[in-house]
C-alpha cells in the first residue's frame, strides 16, 4: 500500500550545499541546509531541533517554526514561531510572530 505523507524530511544526518531548495508540501529540516534559498511556497517549513540551516537570501513557507538555529531571513505568509532554543540570525517577515522568552533573535521583525 503506498502512503503519501505530503511532506519532505532532511534527515539528521543530510547535509545540502550550494543549492536552491523548492518544495511543494511541508518540508521538515533535521540536517544541516547550507543554500541559496528555501521555498516551500504554500506549506509549513520546520526546522528540528538539531538542525542547522544557513541561507544567502531567504526561507518562505506558509508557517515557519524554529526549533534549531538558522541564519538567514524568514518570511511567512501567516506565522513564524521561534521555540526556547531556537536561534535566528536574521530578518523575521510574518502577520503574527511569536518568540518564546528565551529564544535568541538577531534582526529585526517586520508583521
Known amino acids: 500500500m503506498a502512503v503519501n505523507l505530503n511532506q519532505t524530511l532532511l534527515g539528521p544526518k543530510t547535509v545540502l550545499r550550494d543549492n536552491t531548495v523548492f518544495v511543494d508540501e511541508k518540508l521538515i529540516i533535521e540536517g544541516q541546509v547550507f543554500a541559496r534559498k528555501i521555498d516551500a511556497g504554500n506549506n509549513p517549513v ?5 538542525a542547522e ?3 544567502e537570501t531567504e526561507i518562505l513557507g506558509s508557517e ?17 514561531m521561534v521555540s526556547e ?4 540570525e536574521g530578518n523575521l517577515t510574518a502577520p503574527k510572530i511569536k518568540l518564546d522568552p528565551t529564544a535568541s533573535v538577531s534582526g529585526v521583525l517586520r508583521h
Open 85 to 88: 532554543k531556537g536561534s535566528v
Open 53 to 55: 540551516v544557513i541561507v
Open 64 to 80: 515557519i517554526v524554529v526549533l534549531g538555529r538558522v541564519k538567514g531571513e524568514l518570511k511567512a505568509k501567516n506565522e513564524i
Open 46 to 50: 520546520i526546522i528540528g531541533a538539531g
